[in-house]
């Protein structure tokens, strides 16, 4: 079984790394010739988890190849999804399996009207990595992670995930799932960004505490409304959790406007605007995030 990889960040080189560890051959596919020179000959991996170091090798290509994909993980920015897919769209046939695996909301529906008749399925992970340079992978934590069909006559699982070391759940209603992550991100992400500080920093004032409480509230206003049951205690409770759990990581968000690079914002805070005006919903501080994000980004970049 050959599985691709679209993407090769922290998340899909993790991946590329269960994937391989479960006997699966893996090729990441790289954006052009100048991102394939960074990495060296053979493809080699490091990867450090638990402070134990190991190695995997990887086949590189660039879209262009003309090796048939049967198997694709796609885990680009969510805002890449569709170029990037279109990119290799003459090698993928009627059977092969996708899985978006990603922040952000959008794109998994976008991707459907595009292809049409694909097997595709959407995932959602807390694992956790960062990448020290091009090919060295820091594991922090395998996470848990969360996946199911988008499309009719889709089995629980793609195959071989059955036989990945980690935890994951199958299931029917990955939608919930997908908008729990959309949720705790709406709730941390823009305002870690409009702050400049790390999550934790955002249970440390007063004024930080109110605007994250109201936008929470406004999500679950909209998340009710669509159906969607969140948590069992109120989203406020859940994303003080989580932004104190992870009190001294940086959004990924945050790294992003702070290297001046296009965020998922859109995918994030601007989808769920979107679902609130379908839903006739008002959001005002989810609209104000929106809006201040945007302002920080790189020009034309939406």
């Known amino acids: 079984m050959h599985w691709h990889i679209l993407g090769a960040g ?16 893996v090729s990441l596919i790289l954006r052009d010739q100048a991102s394939l020179a960074q990495w060296p000959a053979g493809g080699r991996l490091e990867i450090t ?19 048939p994909i049967r198997h694709l993980l796609v885990a680009t920015k969510a805002y890449d999804t569709l170029s990037a897919v279109e990119a290799i769209q003459p090698r993928l046939h009627d059977d092969t399996e996708i899985v978006l695996l990603q922040n952000g909301m959008g794109q998994q529906e976008q991707l459907l009207e595009r292809l049409g008749n694909v097997r595709l399925w959407a995932a959602t992970t807390t694992a956790g990595a960062w990448l020290e ?30 036989r990945l070391d980690i935890p994951l ?14 949720a705790i991100n709406c709730a941390i992400n823009p305002l870690t960004a409009l702050f400049d500080c790390r999550n934790g920093a955002l249970l440390e004032d007063s004024g930080r505490i109110e605007l994250m409480r109201n936008a929470c509230r406004e ?41 001046g690079r296009r965020s998922e914002i859109e995918q994030i805070t601007g989808y769920l605007c979107q679902q609130a005006d379908r839903l006739n919903i008002e959001v005002p501080v989810n609209h104000s995030l929106l809006q201040g994000i945007r302002a920080l980004s790189p020009t034309g970049q939406r």
């Open 219 to 259: 999500v679950e206003h909209v998340a009710t409304a669509a159906g969607i049951e969140l948590f069992p205690e109120p989203l406020e409770v859940r994303a003080a959790a989580v932004a104190r759990a992870t009190g001294e990581n940086f959004s990924s968000m945050l790294q992003d406007i702070r290297h």
């Open 49 to 67: 988890e638990a402070e134990q170091p190991h190695h995997i090798h990887c086949q590189l290509e660039t879209p262009d190849a003309e090796v």
């Open 133 to 162: 340079t091009r090919n060295k992978l820091h594991c922090v934590s395998r996470g848990d992670t969360h996946i199911g069909p988008l499309t009719d006559n889709t089995s629980a699982l793609p195959s071989g995930w059955d």
């Open 169 to 182: 759940h199958p299931g029917s209603d990955i939608q919930t799932h997908l908008w729990r992550k959309l």
């Open 10 to 25: 922290a998340i899909g080189c993790l991946w590329a790394d269960f994937l391989t560890q479960a006997g699966q051959k």
